[in-house]
T-cell receptor, first 117, second 113 residues
Framework: EAGVTQFPSHSVIEKGQTVTLRCDPI?????LYWYRRVMGKEIKFLLH????????ESGMPNNRFLAERTGGTYSTLKVQPAELEDSGVYFC???????????????FGPGTRLTVL | AQKVTQAQTEISVVEKEDVTLDCVYE???????LFWYKQPPSGELVFLIR????DEQNEISGRYSWNFQKSTSSFNFTITASQVVDSAVYFC??????????WGAGTKLIIKP
């Protein structure tokens, strides 16, 4: 079974440009999460999809960030326009089942390292 | 407040030594899950273990063992007879009631040959 994949692995852009990150979850996983780690800080939650719906986007830093998950399969995270403080590693994770009875494990992709110059 | 503290920023030991990575958590939830993930130099986050708040039994998996103590809000991770391949950053995390993982800062473990 293929794991979570992310593309690109590394992106270098200039301030003001737009970047789109992609995440393909494990097949059959309804839950998809985005996290990021900026330099010197802890990994922080950004948002959570259940299928194509945004379950929780409380961690999104501002309206320059837009996440989508059309059709409930892969997800994209767009940063427009990018700022210097957006530099960091963006991780995607997926899990199979989330309910009151069973909280499943989140499996992570390799991350996308974003550098904004 | 929900918080995970990994006070050890970096640990360096010689191969075959035992090493313990500390994790202390704070949560207002009565039901919660704790996790350990490993981040090798390649960068991906690799799931190691999940423990729920109802189960305080210690767990052993090969050279890895975990000690969960609710009384001290700790979930420590021990590697026995460490190997160079164990070198990585190790993260402790708490799953909150909104299904968000709350992460510690990570401990960088260096195993010298």
């Amino acid at each position: 079974e293929a794991g979570v994949t992310q593309f690109p692995s590394h992106s270098v852009i200039e301030k003001g440009q737009t970047v789109t990150l992609r995440c393909d979850p494990i097949s059959g996983h309804d839950n998809l999460y985005w996290y990021r780690r900026v330099m010197g800080k802890e990994i922080k939650f950004l948002l959570h999809f259940v299928k194509e719906s945004k379950q929780d986007e409380s961690g999104m830093p501002n309206n320059r960030f837009l996440a989508e998950r059309t059709g409930g399969t892969y997800s994209t995270l767009k940063v427009q326009p990018a700022e210097l403080e957006d530099s960091g590693v963006y991780f995607c994770a997926s899990s199979h089942l989330t309910s009151g009875a069973s909280l499943d494990t989140q499996y992570f992709g390799p991350g996308t390292r974003l550098t904004v110059l | 407040a929900q918080k995970v503290t990994q006070a050890q920023t970096e640990i360096s030991v010689v191969e075959k030594e035992d090493v313990t990575l500390d994790c202390v958590y704070e949560t207002r939830d009565t039901t919660y899950y704790l996790f350990w993930y490993k981040q090798p130099p390649s960068g991906e986050l690799v799931f190691l273990i999940r423990r729920n708040s109802f189960d305080e039994q210690n767990e052993i998996s090969g050279r890895y063992s975990w000690n969960f103590q609710k009384s001290t809000s700790s979930f420590n991770f021990t590697i026995t007879a460490s190997q160079v391949v164990d070198s990585a950053v190790y993260f402790c995390a708490l799953l909150d009631s909104n299904y968000q993982l709350i992460w510690g800062a990570g401990t960088k473990l260096i195993i010298k040959p």
